[in-house]
């Protein structure tokens, strides 16, 4: 039993923490509300978010980093998903070796790899096209996504799946209509977590394409903020538009989100 003084300090931490994560948020969008101009007045100007979306063309990098994320969620969370079921469900000859292999997407850092990923991509004529920035993270979203869904077929129950076989139902059935279901917190968080390191990604756009048509929202902003070092309602006005889908997926999902990581965490 927690005593009163327990749950007050329980609280009295969360709420710091609290503060602590949500005071960056509030500073930004106070500044991206604020006048840059002295004498401006203390009122809120929302015409920065208009002014920071047509004068950095936040509209043509938002579209590119939603086409690339949709591009490179989907594909991995499929590949991940069937990965996942054949190492947690399947025993296989060199099933143990290729694991580790995979898992070296995630152990070794793109920053080791990019350069010659982007020779390797220029010999073959893919560079500065869509393909050379969704196929370098649809493979490090893979190898996490593969390590995630094998860790919960594994600890999937196995009463279900047998009765599913003595059923008749086979590996596709199975994965579809009853694991992949029943994960639904699991896969939900794998999603989330993807969509967010994808458009976060910052260093793949910036090496293997130069044409501004291919700029994602990250990169967009970089050089937005090369343009604008001295306004600073206009950086962060453009910073919130950055961060808002992030924001309002996670919002849409959270529940689901908590619950697959509290499930993995119980695991």
Known sequence: MISRGERLANYAVLALFAVIAVFPVLLILQTALSNDQI????????????????????????????????????LSTLFSVLAGYAFGTMRFR????????????????????????YFDLRELGLTNTLLAIVAPQVAQSTAFGTFWMRAYFRGSSREVVEAARIDGAGHWATLWRILVPMGRPAVTTMIVLIFMWTWNEFLIPLIMATDEGLRTAPLGLAFFQGQYTSGTALLAAGATLVALPVVVLYLFLQRHFIRGMVEGAVK
Request: hydrophobic share 55%; no cysteine; charged share 10%.
């Open 39 to 74: 004498g401006g007045g203390g009122s809120f100007h929302f015409e920065n978010f208009a002014d920071a979306w047509d004068q950095g063309h936040f509209g043509s990098y938002l579209r590119t980093s939603i086409v690339v994320a949709i591009l490179v969620v989907g």
């Open 94 to 117: 060199g099933s143990e070796v290729l694991f580790y292999v995979i898992l070296l997407g995630i152990m070794v850092p793109a920053e080791a790899l990019v350069i010659a990923l």
